[in-house]
Every structure is written in structure tokens, then in C-alpha cells.
């Protein structure tokens, strides 16, 4: 009796673990446009950290605040990659300043616009749209940046 429990509970755990990985997989195959964002989003956050680890002006920092929210948003949709927000791939660390804050831009542009490529249920559009507005919002604090280093 106790060996066909443990084998029925054995079961039932490698059923469910299955689940999970199969789920998973799906996921990530199901919501692309999500994860490309997810990816660009910690790119942006990469290129507005300061590689001299100077001080961030106000404007940077709240436009990486915006960029975890964005990321934030859609790891609620389950779109979890499960990477850490400095994996991204190598930022230039010679490139200027000025250019930095310009790829930043690029970036939450393609963000935005792979956000907006995803998603068609209501739950999803709700956090798509709050999504949206953190990424715009970084946006503008990254343009913001721009105006006030007099790089524009």
C-alpha cells in the first residue's frame, strides 16, 4: 500500500512538473513580441547606467524607474524570461554619452512597438497599456535627458 502511494505521488509530481515546463515553453512561444520587449527594455536600462558609475541626473533615473515598471507590467502577463535586468547584451562603454542616451531611445521605441504587436484578451491589454505608458514615459524622461545635456 505504501509503495503504490508513493508511486501515485511520484507521479502525479512528475505529471505536474511536466505541466509546468510544457506551460512554460508554450509561453514563450505564445508571446515573442513580450519577450523581445522584456530584451529591449533591459538593453534601454544598460545604456542609461552611467559607465563610469557617475551620478544619474533626475531624468535618468526616472526613466529607468519606468523601464522596471514596464518590465514589471509584463512579467504579470506570466511573460517571465526569468532573466536578470542587467542581462542584456554588452553596452559600449566608450561610446558617449549623447549616443547612449540616443540607443536608449531606439530601444524603448522597439519596445513599445513589440508591446503593442502582442496580446488580444482584456486582461492582456489592460497591462499592455500600462506597459505602453511606463515605456512612453521612460521615453520622454530619456528625451528629457537629451534637452537637458544640450544634445539635441
Same mark, same amino acid.
Given at each position: 500500500?505504501?509503495? +503504490?502511494?508513493?508511486?501515485? +505521488?511520484?507521479? *502525479? ?5 511536466? %505541466?509546468? %515546463? ?8 505564445? &508571446? ?22 557617475? /551620478?544619474?541626473?533626475?531624468? /535618468?533615473?526616472?526613466? #529607468?524607474?519606468?523601464? !522596471?515598471?514596464? %518590465? @514589471?507590467? #509584463?512579467?504579470?502577463?506570466? %511573460? ?7 542581462? $542584456? ?6 561610446? /558617449?554619452?549623447?549616443?547612449? *542616451? $540616443?540607443?536608449?531611445? @531606439?530601444? *524603448?521605441?522597439? =519596445? &513599445? ?11 492582456? /491589454?489592460? #497591462? !499592455?497599456?500600462?506597459?505602453?505608458? &511606463? ?5 520622454? &524622461?530619456?528625451?528629457?535627458? #537629451?534637452?537637458? =545635456?544640450?544634445?539635441?
Amino acid at each position: 500500500m505504501k509503495s +503504490t502511494f508513493r508511486f501515485v +505521488t511520484a507521479a *502525479l509530481v512528475g505529471l505536474f512538473a511536466a %505541466i509546468s %515546463i510544457l506551460g512554460a515553453a508554450t509561453q514563450k512561444q505564445d &508571446h515573442p513580441a513580450y519577450l523581445r520587449a522584456l530584451s529591449d527594455l533591459r538593453e534601454a536600462r544598460g545604456y542609461l547606467e552611467r559607465p563610469d558609475r557617475g /551620478e544619474l541626473k533626475e531624468e /535618468e533615473k526616472r526613466a #529607468i524607474r519606468e523601464i !522596471e515598471s514596464a %518590465i @514589471e507590467e #509584463i512579467k504579470k502577463a506570466a %511573460i517571465d524570461d526569468g532573466k536578470d535586468l542587467n542581462d $542584456h547584451p554588452p553596452v559600449d562603454a566608450k561610446m /558617449e554619452w549623447k549616443g547612449r *542616451l $540616443h540607443q536608449a531611445v @531606439e530601444l *524603448l521605441d522597439r =519596445a &513599445h512597438r513589440d508591446v503593442a504587436e502582442d496580446e488580444d484578451n482584456r486582461f492582456a /491589454e489592460r #497591462i !499592455e497599456k500600462r506597459a505602453k505608458e &511606463h515605456i512612453a514615459r521612460a521615453r520622454q &524622461h530619456v528625451e528629457d535627458a #537629451i534637452k537637458v =545635456a544640450g544634445y539635441k
